[in-house]
């Protein structure tokens, strides 16, 4: 199938799901494949956290977008690429080689300084947009959490926070 029929169909499909589901005006954001995308907060006052749909470009983040779980939990080509990422960010700069604890805290919970970091979508949130004390967004200030292209992706967190869970109790999708 080429690509114009592609865009066609799915063209198609956009007009026909939008006629039987939409009661007006439902200008929710859509992960992709026209699932709804979970409200994403700030770590720092629970305001809205805006992130861009299309940066959920895998099926497995787009799964973590409608749902807040983290389909990379006990993958374990996904938890070794979640270390080397963890390491070439320098989060160990701050939390260890292991997630440890450094001059940043332990990342092993299962008791967090912010409690919600107990679940994926926490945690998520809290990489993505950082903290007020000490947490840059993606672990450095200087990254723009809206450019996927500019440190770490959606899909990319999601394999960090899987290794990251390999060393505690809870795996955050409970
Ligand atoms: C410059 C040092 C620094 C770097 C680099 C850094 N962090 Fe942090 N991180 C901190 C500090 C300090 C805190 C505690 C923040 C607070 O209390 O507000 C923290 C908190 C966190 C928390 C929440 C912990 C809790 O108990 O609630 C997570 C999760 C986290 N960091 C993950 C990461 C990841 C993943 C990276 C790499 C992408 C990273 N950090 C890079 C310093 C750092």
């Not at 080689?97 to 679940?119: E, I, M, V, W």
């Not at 840059?136 to 770490?152: H, I, Q």
Request: hydrophobic share 30%; charged share 20%; proline share 5%.
């Amino acid at each position: 199938m080429n690509k114009f029929n592609l865009v066609v169909i799915s063209g198609m499909l956009a007009v026909a799901l939008t006629a039987c589901g939409n009661k007006g005006g439902d200008k929710t954001a859509l992960a992709g494949n026209d699932v709804k995308m979970l409200d994403f907060v700030t770590t720092q006052d629970g305001t809205p956290l805006v992130i861009k749909p299309e940066l959920f470009d895998t099926s497995q983040a787009k799964q973590f977008a409608s749902t807040g779980k983290n389909p990379y939990i006990g993958n374990t080509d996904a938890e070794t690429k979640g270390k080397k990422l963890f390491q070439a960010y320098s989060c160990t700069q701050c939390h260890g080689g292991d997630a440890q604890g450094q001059t940043g805290p332990s990342l092993h919970g299962p008791d967090f300084h912010y409690p919600k970091n107990a679940t994926n979508k926490g945690m998520f949130e809290t990489i993505w947009h950082g903290t007020n004390n000490g947490m840059g967004a993606k672990g450095k200030g200087l990254m723009d959490p809206t450019d996927a292209s500019n440190g770490l992706s959606p899909d990319e967190v999601l394999q960090v926070i899987a290794w990251i869970r390999t060393h505690g109790k809870i795996t955050g999708n409970e």
